[in-house]
């Protein structure tokens, strides 16, 4: 066994794609994946935030910021997912009204 460390993910098959990634802290954002290195450190290019609600700090809201060029600092980064081929859906758990 080598003493090189490899990531669990492969991201090889995201790069210069767009990808989704959430933060701790709640942050999320999403861009297009321009690289990446062992410790999940991640390269994103035309970055956008998207931007928490006040009331709320858990949910986003469909405000963006722009942020450019931006470095994910990998001990941040709780998940990466490709933004083509998803789509939003209801929560299933909600229990609807009066029952």
Same mark, same amino acid.
């Given at each position: 066994?080598? $003493?090189?460390?490899?990531? #669990?993910?492969?991201? %090889?098959?995201? #790069?210069?794609? $767009?990808?989704? /990634?959430?933060?701790? +802290? &709640?942050?999320? /954002?999403? $861009?297009?994946?321009? &690289?990446?290195?062992?410790?999940?450190?991640? #390269?994103?290019?035309?970055?956008?935030?998207?931007?928490?609600?006040?009331?709320?700090?858990?949910?986003?809201?469909?405000?963006?910021?722009?942020? +450019?060029?931006? #470095?994910?600092? $990998?001990? %941040?980064?709780?998940?990466?997912?490709?933004?083509? +081929?998803?789509?939003? =859906?209801?929560?299933?758990? =909600?229990?609807?009204?009066? %029952?």
């Amino acid at each position: 066994m080598s $003493g090189r460390k490899e990531t #669990v993910l492969d991201l %090889a098959k995201f #790069v210069d794609k $767009g990808v989704q /990634v959430k933060l701790t +802290g &709640g942050r999320q /954002v999403s $861009g297009t994946l321009k &690289g990446y290195d062992q410790l999940l450190n991640l #390269v994103l290019d035309e970055a956008m935030e998207f931007l928490r609600d006040v009331d709320d700090p858990l949910k986003t809201t469909d405000q963006c910021r722009r942020l +450019g060029l931006i #470095v994910c600092r $990998g001990t %941040a980064v709780m998940l990466v997912s490709p933004t083509d +081929g998803t789509e939003e =859906i209801d929560n299933p758990f =909600i229990q609807p009204d009066g %029952a």
